[in-house]
């Protein structure tokens, strides 16, 4: 983890603009290829792709029988199916303030609007699996689809060498009702789920985190007019810390996300040069303890560690880096938090470990990555939710908003817009002299 200090504000960006590099154009085009033999092959470019990049014969099938389901629980240990219980009443009770209420306006007298949520008909749960089973993020996306009520519910989770499903992942299906489980991983699920095989149904939205071919693959079905929750690609977390901070505690939040992958990117601002150098130093004795030590090593080569000189330009680069996870591990987190107006998801204090969200606090760890923060929110109930909106005119309505609309089409020439109220207007019999023309 290379240590800067005073980097002059021009070069801010360029770090961000790492991420954006690597999502470079061959894995666009490798994206693009998959998405195509994907379409021609269906099941059967499913099942290579199996092979080849997970190393899994699957000629038994690509879906998740009853009887491999049912089976999972009794291979998971009571004390994680407990913690899994518990983490799951944590996301259920915070997304289920998000729960929209009802909307109900009269605009003028007589004209009644209002909104309705439905929820998104056909979703598809993406839910990662190269390196390691995040049956965590089988709850955060679970949960809020299923609040949401989404009719149908597809999963879609690269397989073991062996062909199976990783059983914590299917213990947690099981938890949230999930019956409808692919065994495909990478763009080649992502192809699946929009464009359908015969063992994968189409989906209208495709949620979840990935590396980088999920994400791109992502992005490519929007242009097949599939909806995507936002990029969430490898893990991110940024560091405000001062000189109260404990540099193990921040080493070991560093770290945390640095093990997620190759491609992780950690940032730790301080505007404490002894600080940077004993996290550094713990960082480099914590890493040797790791069962992940060479995935988070070379995260930590692209990751930095640099000296500012205030509060406030830690705050600046933080907002204008928009990561995904945000820890504020200084004296005051409340009143530097206020200033925050780009980051996935923010963690207050000295004993607030970014760990916390990405299992159990009950937030969604679902969330925009590289720089995305600036512009996405992470997944919440919202997000399997669409809003319809609805109206009906009195005859008083009709009256009261009729003429305001006939004004306004005929000014922008749209004269069939004027008839459908004049015609009405009319029919309710409007005087001449009522006529706004
Ligand atoms: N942003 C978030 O909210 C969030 C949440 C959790 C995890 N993550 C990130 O998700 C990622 C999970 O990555 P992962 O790799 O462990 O699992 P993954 O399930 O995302 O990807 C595994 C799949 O990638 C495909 N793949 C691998 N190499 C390939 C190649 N050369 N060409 C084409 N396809 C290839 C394979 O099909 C494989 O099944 C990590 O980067 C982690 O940081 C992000
Ligand atoms: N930190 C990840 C989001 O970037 C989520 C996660 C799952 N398991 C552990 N962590
Ligand atoms: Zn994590």
Redesign the pocket.
Known sequence: MQLFSYPPQTDWPALQQRAAAQQAQDIDE??QQ?FEDVRQRGDAALLD??QR??GADLSGGLRVSLDELTAAAAQVPAGLQAAIRQAYANILRFHEAQVPQPEQVETMPGVHCWRRAVPVQRVGL???????P?FS?LL?LGVPARLAACPEVVLC??PQRDGSVNPVILFTAQLLGITTIIK??????VAALTGGTASVPAVDKIFG??????TAAKQLATRYGVAIDMP?????VLVIADASANPAFVAADLLS?AE??P??QVILLSDSLSLLEATQAEVTRQLQQLPRAEVAAQALQESRAILLRTPEEMLYFSNQYAP?HLILAVENPEQLAEGVTSA?SVFLGHLTPEAAG?YASGTN?????NGYARNYS??SLDSFLKKITFQRLSTEGLRQVGPVVELMAEAEGLRAHARAITLRLESLGRSIEQNPR
């Open positions: 490798r994206v998959i792709y199996a990049f997970d993406y839910i990662p699996g190269g390196t390691a995040l993020t955060m989770t690269p495909a991983g990478g763009a080649q699920a985190p990935g590396n980088r071919y999920v969430a690609g490898p893990s991110e996300q997620h992958g491609d992780s995904e996935g990405d760890h679902t969330l925009p990555t992470g997944v």
